[in-house]
């Protein structure tokens, strides 16, 4: 499966899971560019897409993001699955 559509100026792309699993390094290779996105699909439903970041402030976000959770960790500062499924009140 492999379809294509432009939006402004980033060019989305479904492929299916078995050709994202088989060619992972090359979508991301690709998505890095930053004028295309990947939405990788089972069958007809979406699963997740592939996108570079929209810009320098967001990556920022995110790397301090990361940092916080790595010092939360360290810290001991975690939770475990039962804890969050009755935090979320899925238990």
Known sequence: MYLKCTLQSMTTKFIGIKEFRQNIADYAARARTGDVRFVVMNRTKP?????????DVYLDDFIADVKQAEADVAAGR??????????????
């Open 47 to 55: 699963l997740f897409e592939i996108k570079p970041f929209a810009d």
């Open 78 to 91: 975690v939770y475990t699955q039962e804890q969050v499924r009755k935090e979320l009140g899925l238990t």
